[in-house]
């Protein structure tokens, strides 16, 4: 996806560490995408906001705390400049710095592995983060729904190439979102998806494609639809993938509200 | 030539990912004070703060291999952890603690004199910092304190300042970028820590 002023302000955010929510993936996948702008301006943006550190007074820590600290670290490679070693000890000493080169080249590689593990782990971690992320969204949309307290229940009866499918709308016109459960929807050629239209004054408004499962089944959660002050009426309709901005296919399913 | 401060800062990385001590007590003389005063400033209780501070270089000793120039400085780098564990923190303690709320209102625009102790380099970063948040626009500073020190989200920073989201999102965005380009050469210049 082309670069926009809303991947800077996901980049922003992201770099507040502020939860994306479903616009996470989003982001993340522009990033993918190998978006160098927004990969710079996260970099940046981090920099920019640790600015906000400096409004913090500085505050010293009790010096047990350093001390504590440094005594729970474990084993650690001395860094102070060894003695120089008589003439007598010099072979020794070359051996030995022969080995310690060996020991270094190893403790290298190892610290190498370990970095590309902690990179791979931090890498499945944040996207396992991002899943939770999308799931309590999406969760918290139905209860965006279903607990309004105008939530009402449409059914959706078959209409001409499928009189035998069925479906319920769970519509709320404050929350302006809608929740749909459909049931033997036939699949469809590979370009087509069902398109869900919310009728307001007599206009129909597309509210988003979806695929049913293999068993006919859908669950689809509408956008908010700003737009649409109360809801009349809705449809399901066969449409190019992606959807179309007004309905041009055959229609499926039809409703009215109780 | 002598290193820079940002350049040691790296070197100091890089010794301690070879499990060097001194490194990481280096690290913690320089910066400990800054990352305590943050830590407290979000947290507001000394002890957490402390435990916080502990758990970040912990975390440096350990994992000082996650370090990437490339992402940002050791400071942001160590700015960003010590928040991330605060903020975790204080968002286990919502609703009902919020110690960070209800420090917003004192917020110090002078340096406190214990930020005197800091080294030159810290200093001239610190008041660069301020000026240049004391130049943006208020709105655009509140959203980012909101969501700098409290760990608020674009939804609830709308609700609290009663804006709508869109306008936060643009808040957020046009704040750092002034930031950014008021900080950003003053790191590149090596100067401090990028």
Known sequence: MAHSERHEELAALQALSVPLGEESEEFFAHLRDGCATCEQLLGEFRDAASAFAAQAPAVSPRPEVRQKLLASLGPARASAVPPVPSRALRVLVGLAAALMLLFIAMDDLRLRRQREELQSQTAQLSEHLDKARRDLARNNLRDVVLQSDDVRVLFLGGQGPQPGARAKVFWSDKAKRGILVAGNLAPLEPGKQYELWVFAQGKPVPAGVFDPDTAGRALFESPELTAIASAENFAVTIEPRGGVPAPTGPIVLVGKPS | MSLSPGETDRALIARVEARDAEALAALYDRYAARLMGLAQRILGDTGEAEEVLQEVFLFVWRAAATFDAARGSVLAWLLVATRSR?????????????????????????????????????????????????????????????????????????????????????????????????????????????
């Open chain 2, 86 to 194: 605060s903020i975790d923190r204080i968002r286990t303690r919502r609703p009902a603690a919020r110690a960070g709320l209800t420090q917003m209102d004192r917020i110090p625009d002078k340096p406190d004199p214990r930020d005197l102790e800091a080294d030159s380099a810290t200093r001239e970063w610190e008041t660069l910092c301020r000026a240049a948040i004391a130049e943006l626009p208020p709105e655009q500073r509140l959203a980012l304190e909101l969501a700098y020190f409290e760990g608020l989200t674009h939804q609830e920073i709308s609700r609290k300042t009663s804006t709508p989201l869109g306008t936060v999102k643009t808040r957020v965005r046009l704040g750092l970028m002034k930031l950014k380009d008021r900080i950003r050469p003053y790191l590149q210049g090596g100067t401090h820590g990028s």
